[in-house]
Structure formats: structure tokens, C-alpha cells
């Protein structure tokens, strides 16, 4: 049974940090693609950034970033611990959403997504 199970989420500051963590049983992940989704109160889900998998060569690279948060997230993969990093830099109030961590068969944020996390908690405020 695949199991996706999210954690880091909590209270910052705008400017601060957060790293969320995605680690996964079931079976390795290396051979997914897996993302990281929000969804903020009264608004639709939104895809925040994806990496692809460890055995395929993605000509333009193997992360992809939404707009909203190019340059101050970064996703990584530690293969080794099962893990899927979500590292937030210079959080804003508007990045305040519950994060859902997924893994998928494609590489990009509009496709669909087989296995999803429970959700965890980012809430930016002063």
C-alpha cells in the first residue's frame, strides 16, 4: 500500500522559512513523478512544483516551479532517506495554503496525480 505522508507545515513570519518533508512507503518513488499542490481557503488547488524521475533525462531539467514561487522554492529528492524535500524561502502571506504532497506516472503540474498525502498546514502572518 502506497502511503504519502506530509510533515514541516506550522506558522512563519512573511520572509521566513519552511521546509516541508514528503516520505513515502509502499514503494520507491524514484520512478515517479512527485509534487507538491496547495490549496488556500475558497480557492482551487494549485500545483507549486514537481521533479521528475531519477531514470529519465528531462531535456529542460528536472523540476518545474509555478510562477507564484519561482525563486524562492526548491524542490529536492533524497532517495536514499525516501524523501521529497519542499524547501519555502521569503514565505508571503498569499503562500498560506494546506500542502499536499503527490506522486504520479508524468511530469508536469496539469496531470493527474494517483497518490496523494493527507495535507499539512502552512499559515504566513505577521
Known amino acids: 500500500q502506497v502511503q504519502l505522508v506530509e510533515s514541516g507545515g506550522g506558522f512563519v513570519q512573511p520572509g521566513g522559512s519552511l521546509r516541508l518533508s514528503c516520505t513515502y512507503s509502499?514503494?520507491?518513488?524514484?520512478?515517479?513523478?512527485v509534487a507538491w499542490f496547495r490549496q488556500a481557503p475558497g480557492k482551487e488547488r494549485e500545483g507549486v512544483s514537481c521533479?521528475?524521475?531519477?531514470?529519465?533525462?528531462?531535456?529542460?531539467?528536472?523540476?518545474i516551479y509555478s510562477d507564484s514561487v519561482k525563486g524562492r522554492f526548491n524542490i529536492s529528492r533524497d532517495s536514499a532517506k525516501n524523501t521529497i524535500y519542499l524547501q519555502m524561502n521569503n514565505l508571503k502571506p498569499e503562500d498560506t495554503a494546506v500542502y499536499y504532497c503527490?506522486?504520479?506516472?508524468?511530469?508536469?503540474?496539469?496531470?493527474?496525480?494517483?497518490?496523494w498525502g493527507q495535507g499539512v498546514q502552512v499559515t504566513v502572518s505577521a
Open positions: 503527490a506522486a504520479g506516472p508524468y511530469f508536469g503540474l496539469n496531470y493527474y496525480y494517483t497518490h
Open positions: 521533479i521528475g524521475r531519477v531514470d529519465v533525462d528531462y531535456s529542460s531539467g528536472n523540476t
Open positions: 509502499g514503494f520507491t518513488l524514484d520512478y515517479s513523478v
